[in-house]
């Protein structure tokens, strides 16, 4: 297993330990800042296991099927926890992971007829955004910092939006069949 496989396999790894830290009141409100900090370290692993990936041709079918759940256990299993703790609406949560289903799905669909549908720029701002808005809010610093975390949120929000608009209008004629 090369090195960006086993980035990827250590994301998924540390998804229980960052949602027992987002859930245990254990250690007050220190657990936040030990959650923070494990879905900021998870967070890298994906910039940095596509990055070593890419650079050094070390991308496998393992990589090209397992990142992409990775990205989605650790950001969909934020989301929830946020949702449990009140600080994230469940209607948003909803859109984002619905958003998930439906792309997945759709890959799913395009994998079939043997096309692979690339992540769009799009999604990847969203993504970007998405761990941003999970960073403000768990650490939920007050002040000015409220300001970006509901702005953070709104950005995921209209990206998520946007990126399966994309996905959708470019890719539509896999689901008409023309492909």
Not at 57 to 66: E, Q, R, V
Not at 140 to 149: H, N, R, S, V
Not at 158 to 177: C, Q
Request: hydrophobic share 60%; charged share 15%; proline share 2%.
């Amino acid at each position: 297993m090369n090195l960006p496989n086993k980035l990827t396999v250590l994301r998924v790894i540390m998804v229980p330990f960052f949602v027992f830290f987002m859930l245990w009141n254990g250690l007050g409100e220190n657990g936040k800042y030990v959650a923070a900090a494990l879905f900021i370290l998870a967070s890298l692993t994906d910039c940095l296991d596509g990055h070593i990936a890419r650079k050094h041709h070390l991308i496998t079918d393992f990589g090209k099927f397992m990142d992409p759940i990775a990205d989605k256990l650790l950001v969909c299993s934020a989301l929830i926890c946020l949702v449990e703790q009140g600080m994230l609406a469940g209607w948003i949560v909803i859109i984002i992971i619905g958003r998930e289903f439906i792309i997945s799905g759709f890959r799913l669909v395009a994998s079939d007829k043997g096309i692979v549908i690339a992540a769009s720029y799009w999604g990847k701002f969203k993504t970007v955004f998405q761990m941003i808005m999970v960073i403000l809010l768990i650490l939920d610093l007050g002040g000015f910092f409220d300001i970006l975390a509901q702005a953070s949120v709104w950005i995921s929000l209209i990206l998520t939006v946007v990126s399966l608009a994309d996905y959708l209008i470019k890719n539509r004629k896999v689901l008409e069949g023309e492909m």
